[in-house]
Nanobody, 122 residues
Framework: QVQLVESGGGSVQAGGSLRVSCAASGLTFSNYAMGWIRQAPGKEREFVASVNWSGIRTSYADSVKGRFTISRDDARNTVYLQMNSLKPEDTAVYYC???????????????WGQGTQVTVSS
């Protein structure tokens, strides 16, 4: 049974930084592409960042390019999203997701975590 468990969310002031993590189990992590997708209140889910199985290919939403960095640690079965220069519009529930195929900027994944709340105040 695949499980993705996010952690590291919280509240921060605009301009600050947070790192969210996602620990995966029940799958061969190194074979999976990983992604971060977020959902703000009253809005649809939105792609944020993705990384392929090897870590070589990454994609970012235009709204986070230059501020967010996705990375993976296969030894820990964990994917990270480092978020810098946070803005109030980054406030959302951030979901970790996994798929056998690299999804680029698509928010469609096979497996999902339960999400972690990130709140950025102005």
């Amino acid at each position: 049974q695949v499980q993705l468990v996010e952690s590291g969310g919280g509240s921060v002031q605009a301009g600050g930084s947070l790192r969210v993590s996602c620990a995966a189990s029940g799958l061969t992590f190194s074979n999976y592409a990983m992604g971060w997708i977020r959902q703000a209140p009253g809005k649809e889910r939105e792609f944020v960042a993705s990384v392929n199985w090897s870590g070589i290919r990454t994609s970012y939403a235009d709204s986070v390019k230059g501020r967010f960095t996705i990375s993976r640690d296969d030894a820990r079965n964990t994917v990270y999203l480092q978020m810098n220069s946070l803005k109030p519009e980054d406030t959302a529930v951030y979901y970790c997701a996994a798929d056998k195929f690299f999804k680029g900027t698509s928010p469609s994944y096979d497996y999902w975590g339960q999400g972690t709340q990130v709140t950025v105040s102005s």
